[in-house]
C-alpha cells in the first residue's frame, strides 16, 4: 500500500514562496502521474498541477500557471511544487497523489485518476 507524506505547508504573506515536497514510500512511482490538490474550507478538492512519468509533460490549473512549477525526482520518491507569488486565495490545504495503479479513463485533472493521497500540508497566506 502506497504512503505519500507530504511537508512545506506553512503561514506567509501574499506574493511569498513556498516549496512542497511529497516522498512515496511502499510503492515505487516512476512510472505513474503525480498530481498535487488542495482543499479550502467548504470548498471541493481542486486540481493544481499534475506531472507525468518522467516529467517531460506537466499539467496546472489555470488559477496558478506562471505561478507554480511542478517537478519530480523518481531516484528520491519525491513530488515537489514550488509555489512562487502566493495569493491568499491560494490558502488551502494541499494534497499530493499518485496515479492508480491500473490505468483509469478519466483525465489527471479528475480526483478519481488517483488512488492514494497524502494527509494534506496547510497552506496559509495572509494578506
Known amino acids: 500500500q502506497v504512503q505519500l507524506v507530504e511537508s512545506g505547508g506553512g503561514l506567509v504573506q501574499t506574493g511569498d514562496s513556498l516549496t512542497l515536497a511529497c516522498v512515496a514510500s511502499?510503492?515505487?512511482?516512476?512510472?505513474?502521474?503525480l498530481g498535487w490538490f488542495r482543499q479550502a474550507p467548504g470548498k471541493e478538492r481542486e486540481f493544481v498541477a499534475a506531472?507525468?512519468?518522467?516529467?517531460?509533460?506537466?499539467y496546472y490549473a489555470d488559477s496558478v500557471k506562471g505561478r507554480f512549477t511542478i517537478s519530480r525526482d523518481n531516484a528520491k520518491n519525491t513530488v515537489y511544487l514550488q509555489m512562487n507569488n502566493l495569493k491568499p486565495e491560494d490558502s488551502a490545504v494541499y494534497y499530493c497523489?499518485?496515479?492508480?495503479?491500473?490505468?483509469?479513463?478519466?483525465?489527471?485533472?479528475?480526483?478519481?485518476?488517483?488512488?492514494?493521497w497524502g494527509q494534506g500540508t496547510q497552506v496559509t497566506v495572509a494578506s
Open positions: 497523489a499518485i496515479e492508480a495503479t491500473v490505468r483509469r479513463s478519466m483525465t489527471v485533472y479528475d480526483p478519481a485518476f488517483y488512488d492514494g
Open positions: 511502499g510503492r515505487t512511482f516512476t512510472d505513474y502521474v
Open positions: 506531472i507525468n512519468w518522467n516529467g517531460a509533460s506537466s
